[in-house]
């Protein structure tokens, strides 16, 4: 079993910057892609940055390109999510995902889930 526990969330104005973390752990942890989504109130739960284990490769939806980094620490089973120049149509609940199956951009074929951590970006 893989447990994600996030952290970091909160608020921040707009133009600000934010860097929300997700730790890793389980007995079966295996080196997994990691990534990370948002889902704002009526919205669909929607893809935000992926990464591979190595960290060899990433990968952006278009609208936060430029704007976030997604990083890894896999000595510590840790990945990041690094939010800079945030607007408030970032405001969300930004959940970290390991394993996907399929198609990484959507929600559906991830395995495992953090519990989300709020990030609120004031106008």
């Known amino acids: 079993q893989v447990q994600l526990v996030e952290s970091g969330g909160g608020l921040v104005q707009t133009g600000g910057s934010l860097r929300v973390s997700c730790a890793a752990s389980g007995r079966t942890f295996s080196n997994y892609p990691m990534g990370w989504f948002r889902q704002a109130p009526g919205k669909e739960r929607e893809f935000v940055a992926a990464?591979?284990?190595?960290?060899?490769?990433?990968f952006y939806t278009a609208s936060v390109k430029g704007r976030f980094t997604i990083s890894i620490d896999n000595t510590i089973n840790t990945v990041y999510l690094q939010m800079n120049s945030l607007k408030p149509e970032d405001t969300a609940v930004y959940y970290c995902a390991a394993d996907p199956d399929g198609d990484y951009t959507k929600h559906v074929d991830w395995h495992y889930w953090g519990q989300g951590t709020q990030v609120t970006v004031s106008s």
């Open positions: 990464i591979t284990w190595s960290g060899g490769n990433t």
